[in-house]
C-alpha cells in the first residue's frame, strides 16, 4: 500500500470517528460520571454493557463504511445481464437508460455516485461520514447503525449529566468540568442529528423510497410520470422487503406489477 493511501479521505474520516468515539467514552469513565459511581459499587455490569455498545455500534460504522453498497458491475456476469423479457416488462416511456460515466445499464432505481465513481442500485445518498454511499446492499445496515448508535449517545448523554455538579465557583467548575461540559454539548448536538436522521429514515423504508427519490423525484422519469409511488406496496411488505428481502423480485417486475394495478383500476372506475 502507497503511504498516500492512509491520507485519504476514507481513512481520515473512519479514524477521525474511531478516534473520537473512544475519545468521548474516555471522558465519560474519567470524570465523577455514574460510570464511575457504579464501578466504586462494584456494578460492573452496566459500565460493560455500555462499553459493548458502543464497540458495537462502531463495528457496525465500520460495516456500512467499508462494504459495497450494492454498485452495478461494469462488467456484469452472464446471469446478472438484464434478460429480455424482465427489460420488456419496463414501460416503453421509461426505458433503461445507460450510464454516461460507467457505460452500464443502469437498473431502475440506480444512481451513478460521483464521489464513490460508480454506480449504485437503489441509492439512497451519499454519507459524508461513512464517506460510502447508502445503497441496496448496506442500506438495512445504515438503519441499525443510526438506532444503536442513538441508544449509545443518549446514554452517554444522561452519563455526562450525571457527572456536572454546578455547585462549585465558576473558575473551579470550569477547570474540573469543562471537557465534560463540552462532552455533553457535542453529545447533545449527536444525538439531535442521529433522531433526525433515523425518524426520516425509517419514514422513507415505510413508504419505500429513498432520499435521492423523496428529493429529486419531479426530475427522475419513472416517478415523475406516476401519479404515487410505484414502488410502495403498504407498510408491511415495505419493512420486510427492506429488512428481510422478502418479497423477493427486481425493481423492474414491482414497477410492472403497479402499473397493472392501475390499470385495472382504472378500467373498473370506467
Avoid at 470524570?31 to 464501578?39: P, V
Avoid at 452500464?104 to 449504485?120: E, F, K, S
Avoid at 446492499?137 to 449517545?153: E, M, S
Avoid at 474540573?176 to 433515523?198: I, K, P
Wanted: proline fraction near 6%; charge should be negative; charged fraction near 15%.
Amino acid at each position: 500500500m502507497a503511504p498516500w493511501a492512509l491520507l485519504s479521505p476514507g481513512v481520515l474520516v473512519r479514524t477521525g470517528h474511531t478516534v473520537l468515539t473512544w475519545g468521548i467514552t474516555l471522558v465519560l469513565f474519567l470524570h465523577d460520571t455514574a460510570l464511575r459511581q457504579w464501578e466504586e459499587q462494584g456494578e460492573l455490569l452496566l459500565p460493560l454493557t455500555f462499553l459493548l455498545l458502543v464497540l458495537a455500534s462502531l463495528l457496525l460504522y465500520l460495516a456500512v463504511s467499508l462494504m459495497d453498497p450494492g454498485y452495478v458491475n461494469v462488467q456484469p456476469q452472464p446471469q446478472e445481464e438484464v434478460k429480455e423479457e424482465q427489460t420488456a416488462m419496463v414501460p416503453q416511456a421509461i426505458p433503461l437508460r445507460h450510464c454516461r460515466h460507467c457505460l452500464v445499464l443502469q437498473p431502475l432505481r440506480a444512481r451513478h455516485c460521483r464521489d464513490c465513481r460508480r454506480c449504485v442500485r437503489r441509492f439512497d445518498h451519499h454519507c459524508p461520514w461513512m464517506e460510502n454511499c447508502v445503497g441496496e446492499r448496506n442500506h438495512p445496515l445504515f438503519v441499525a447503525y443510526l438506532a444503536l448508535q442513538l441508544v449509545v449517545l443518549l446514554w452517554g448523554l444522561y452519563l455526562a449529566w450525571s457527572g456536572l455538579h454546578f455547585s462549585q465557583p465558576w473558575g473551579l467548575w470550569l477547570r474540573s468540568s469543562g471537557l465534560l461540559f463540552a462532552t455533553f454539548l457535542l453529545l447533545s448536538l449527536f444525538s439531535l442529528a442521529a433522531s433526525l436522521l433515523l425518524a426520516s429514515h425509517l419514514y422513507l423504508v415505510a413508504s419505500n423510497t429513498t432520499t435521492w427519490e423523496f428529493i429529486s423525484s419531479h426530475r427522475i422519469a419513472y416517478l415523475r410520470q406516476r401519479p404515487s409511488n410505484p414502488f410502495d406496496r403498504g407498510l408491511t411488505r415495505n419493512l420486510t422487503h427492506f429488512f428481510c428481502g422478502w418479497p423477493s423480485g427486481s425493481w423492474e417486475t414491482l414497477w410492472a406489477e403497479g402499473e397493472d394495478e392501475e390499470e385495472e383500476g382504472r378500467s373498473q372506475a370506467v
